[in-house]
């Protein structure tokens, strides 16, 4: 059973739970993003263990006719173990979202990891016609070069700001810096995409800015949440946009939290925010 701490934040321990949060947001015209905890395996047998509750999760979403996507962190399907074991676990998975009809979003992880994650994106963007998705940071420098990159590679990007600690060689550090960069960077979508863009940020000012730039360009997207915080706002905005929940599931939300505190302390600040309803 979640400790009452985590229920806010995470959708279950168990697929069944996670499936039932799904239909739950289903009903309020909200989508699902899933997203079974873990990270950072340093042996091959988590790694597989996880890839194949994901294809079993996909089939699974398929099976209920839900509107759910689920994303996974490179490390978890095997990245520290080897480029060869995440594109091999990768390209199960993919193949699954394929078959099922299931859209499969690869979460960016530490910049240490940018580019070979993007270029598994980009294989599979193309091998696909476009049913994966990568999550790119606008605190790091190179982003916009990134982003001009796959301006014209089928599938969707995720914008966020970045929640890594990032050295400041690579990465705008002062907050104004950051947010400016992700003004930049969904401009630049908006007026560039002909459709996918996904904006994952609840800042009630940026939300602001991205309905400024639809009316204006007419560019598809979707707004994606975190689940737990202001998920009133998520459903009020679910009645205009397409709207999606990032809703973590599974045993290890534990470590997951400490990870998340002790990679920023900002991340400590925004759970508690969060809890508090402000």
Not at 56 to 61: H, K, L, N, Q, V
Not at 137 to 161: C, S, Y
Not at 260 to 273: I, S, T
Request: hydrophobic letters at 40%.
């Amino acid at each position: 059973m979640l400790l009452p701490v985590a229920r806010k934040f995470v959708a279950a321990e168990d697929q069944s739970g996670a499936l039932s949060h799904v239909a739950d947001l289903n009903e309020d015209g909200v989508g699902g993003i899933l997203n079974l905890l873990g990270e950072h395996y340093d042996n091959t047998a988590e790694a597989t263990a996880d890839t194949d509750a994901y294809i079993d999760m996909i089939e699974s979403i398929d099976d209920a006719d839900l509107d759910c996507c689920v994303s996974i962190k490179p490390s978890q399907i095997g990245l520290d173990l080897g480029e060869d074991v995440f594109r091999t676990h990768l390209e199960r998975i993919v193949d699954a979202g394929t078959e099922h009809g299931v859209f499969v979003w690869i979460d960016m992880e530490d910049y240490t990891t940018t580019d070979v994650t993007l270029d598994a994106f980009e294989h599979h963007a193309h091998e696909t016609d476009g049913n994966v998705g990568i999550c790119v940071q606008a605190n790091l420098k190179r982003t916009r070069e990134d982003v001009e990159r796959l301006a014209d590679v089928p599938g969707k990007i995720r914008f966020v700001k970045g929640a890594y600690d990032e050295p400041a060689d690579v990465a705008y550090k002062q907050k104004a810096r950051v947010n400016e960069a992700y003004r930049e960077l969904l401009a630049f979508a908006f007026e560039t995409f002909d459709d996918g863009i996904a904006v994952g940020s609840h800042d009630p000012e940026i939300i602001e800015y991205v309905e400024g730039l639809a009316e204006t360009h007419g560019t598809p997207f979707e707004f994606q949440l975190l689940m737990g915080v202001r998920e009133d706002a998520q459903r009020d905005l679910a009645s205009e946009y397409e709207v999606y929940q990032y809703a973590p599931y599974g045993p290890k939300y534990l470590s997951y939290f400490y990870r998340r505190v002790r990679e920023r302390k900002e991340n400590a600040l925004f759970a508690l925010r969060a809890v508090l309803g402000r």
